[in-house]
């Protein structure tokens, strides 16, 4: 099994940028789809972003499409999040996820293996 660490979480003023890495080990991340998930406290977990086992095929929440980008790099063995344009709203621990599917998926129900979260917050 696949074991994923997210990290690059931090404080950020409205309107800046981050960048999520997570990092797998234990089996190669080619054979897996990612995920990003957030939950902000009080509120359920949410679909961020997924992408393929083939870096083509992505797909994103309505709420942070054009302003976040899932991207893969096998051979680093590693998923990211850039987060362009960051909102309050935005404000949530972020966890990465791994799905032993060809296609990026929405449903949290469809990831096997999770990480532990890394906390990003948003401030006005």
């Known amino acids: 099994q696949v074991q994923l660490v997210e990290s690059g979480g931090g404080l950020v003023q409205a309107g800046g940028s981050l960048r999520l890495s997570c990092a797998a080990s234990?089996?190669?991340?080619?054979?897996?789809?990612m995920g990003w998930f957030r939950q902000a406290p009080g509120k359920e977990r949410e679909f961020v972003a997924t992408?393929?086992?083939?870096?083509?095929?992505?797909d994103y929440a309505d709420s942070v499409k054009g302003r976040f980008t899932i991207s893969r790099d096998n051979a680093k063995n590693t998923a990211y999040l850039q987060m362009n344009s960051l909102k309050p709203e935005d404000t949530a621990v972020y966890y990465c996820?791994?799905?032993?599917?060809?296609?990026?998926?929405?449903?949290?129900?469809?990831?096997?293996?999770w990480g532990q979260g890394t906390q990003v917050t948003v401030s006005s």
């Open positions: 996820a791994a799905a032993s599917r060809w296609y990026g998926l929405r449903d949290d129900n469809d990831y096997a293996y």
């Open positions: 992408i393929g086992r083939i870096s083509g095929s992505t």
């Open positions: 234990g089996r190669t991340l080619s054979s897996y789809s």
